[in-house]
């Protein structure tokens, strides 16, 4: 069955440290991968995706994140986070035509 | 250029009263269209998916219903709301290369 797991519920970072957000997946095919984050009472916003190719994807806003076939993982990453990063983040898998699966959301605070 | 929307964005109503969501897309044809139900701290949960007018795919059964009567028009329905529907309802667009473009949502509180 395809699923989405997102380990952490809530995260809290400074300004100006790094960030690691954690995913892992089950899907039964290759799967596209995204990140989306959410702020208060608003619909979600593409971060990035994966569908193929180099394994570390740029996306906006700073964001990166790692496709690790092996690990089932898709890790999104940013080297200094700003404040108005603090926000809900989803990862999901899906592909074009057929149903996309989301993680349950971790939580970003960013502390001055 | 292609948009979506949602209406209304707030909505409170009382147990056992009907229900209607509606969700438009703008600007493209033949969309895949979802609805996802976000209820606190339990992220997104794809309620319904359509490829096409008429064509629905139920992925949890519930209370709820969908329809879809035109190309670029999806409706989640309910005849009778339980406490259990509250949350925030989004509607989203696959723009065919794998990117769901989501609505402004639509927070129902039933009381």
């Known amino acids: 069955a395809q699923s989405v797991t997102q380990p952490d519920i809530h995260i809290t970072v400074s300004e100006g440290a790094s960030l690691e957000l954690r995913c892992n997946y089950s899907?039964?095919?290759?799967?596209?991968l995204f990140w989306y984050v959410q702020s208060p009472g608003q619909g979600l916003q593409l971060l990035l995706k994966?569908?193929?190719?180099?394994?570390l994807v740029q996306g906006i806003k700073g964001f990166e994140a790692e496709f690790k076939r092996s690990q089932s993982s898709f890790n999104l990453r940013k080297p200094s986070v700003h404040w108005s990063d603090a926000a809900e983040y989803f990862c999901?898998?899906?592909?074009?035509?057929?149903?996309?699966?989301f993680g349950t959301g971790t939580s970003l605070t960013v502390i001055p | 250029s292609q948009t979506i929307h949602q209406w209304p964005a707030t909505l409170v109503q009382p147990v056992g009263s009907p229900l209607s969501l509606e969700c438009t897309v703008e600007?493209?044809?033949?969309?895949?269209l979802y609805w996802y139900r976000q209820a606190a701290g339990r992220g997104l949960q794809l309620l319904f998916y359509?490829?096409?007018?008429?064509?629905i795919s139920s992925e949890v059964p519930q209370n709820l219903s969908a329809s879809r009567p035109q190309d670029r028009q999806f409706i989640l329905s309910s005849k009778k709301l339980l406490l259990s529907d509250s949350g925030f309802y989004l509607c989203?667009?696959?723009?065919?290369?794998?990117?769901?473009?989501f609505g402004e949502g639509s927070r129902l509180t039933v009381l």
């Open positions: 989203a667009w696959d723009r065919g290369n794998g990117e769901l473009f």
């Open positions: 899907y039964g095919a290759t799967p596209y």
């Open positions: 994966y569908f193929s190719g180099d394994t």
């Open positions: 999901a898998v899906g592909r074009t035509g057929n149903q996309f699966y």
């Open positions: 600007g493209t044809s033949n969309p895949n």
């Open positions: 359509s490829v096409g007018i008429g064509q």
